[in-house]
T-cell receptor, first 111, second 114 residues
Framework: KQEVTQIPAALSVPEGENLVLNCSFTDSAIYNLQWFRQDPGKGLTSLLLIQSSQREQTSGRLNASLDKSSGRSTLYIAASQPGDSATYLC??????????FGTGTSLTVIP | SAVISQKPSRDICQRGTSLTIQCQVD?????MFWYRQQPGQSLTLIATANQGSEATYESGFVIDKFPISRPNLTFSTLTVSNMSPEDSSIYLC???????????FGSGTRLTVV
């Protein structure tokens, strides 16, 4: 069964800092991996989808990397802003094409 | 990517009652997924709903407690039956988009059972 782990569980940084969120997965036979953002009490917003054939995906200040062989993905946020404060979740497919989610990293960007 | 309209966004319900959550997708999709997110936890898949067949439930979830309807390729409902405070969670529906977009989620239903 796919297991997804995210480190750190919580992160607090001053505005303007660059930061890295980590995601690891146990079953490397994945066809993609997806990063989401969740605001308190809300649904999920897709940030980036990385296909298994890709190593990186970029969207604005966000950059996600994927290393299947080591079972890791990172989400890099450049020049963080208070509006980036949210919980960030990564998800990877597993048996039966079910998507398995990590427990998330709760990010607070301090003005 | 697909756009999902999920209703209600939140509700406070009495124990023993039932709540039906609706998800409407702006395009036809084969599979729709229902997730639960308990307070402070990550998402857990409840069931996968295919049009024209019974939903497939994950371990720990049963049809009597979480009946699902999938009358067509753009709509699904999840009912949380005979609710107890332990059912207080965020419930989310999801669809798998085209290859470039991955999964899309509804805005979630925040349920509080008192």
């Amino acid at each position: 069964k796919q297991e997804v782990t995210q480190i750190p569980a919580a992160l607090s940084v001053p505005e303007g800092e660059n930061l890295v969120l980590n995601c690891s997965f146990t079953d490397s036979a994945i066809y993609n991996l997806q990063w989401f953002r969740q605001d308190p009490g809300k649904g999920l917003t897709s940030l980036l989808l990385i296909q298994s054939s890709q190593r990186e995906q970029t969207s604005g200040r966000l950059n996600a990397s994927l290393d299947k062989s080591s079972g890791r993905s990172t989400l890099y946020i450049a020049a963080s802003q208070p509006g980036d404060s949210a919980t960030y979740l990564c998800a990877a497919p597993g048996e039966g094409n079910q998507f398995y989610f990590g427990t998330g990293t709760s990010l607070t960007v301090i003005p | 990517s697909a756009v999902i309209s999920q209703k209600p966004s939140r509700d406070i319900c009495q124990r023993g009652t039932s709540l039906t959550i609706q998800c409407q997708v702006d395009s036809q999709v084969t599979m729709m997924f229902w997730y639960r997110q308990q307070p402070g936890q990550s998402l857990t898949l409840i069931a996968t709903a295919n049009q024209g067949s019974e939903a497939t439930y994950e371990s720990g979830f049963v049809i009597d407690k979480f009946p699902i309807s999938r009358p067509n390729l753009t709509f699904s409902t999840l009912t949380v039956s005979n609710m107890s405070p332990e059912d207080s969670s965020i419930y989310l529906c999801s669809v798998e988009g085209r290859e470039d977009y991955g999964y899309t989620f509804g805005s979630g239903t925040r349920l509080t059972v008192v």
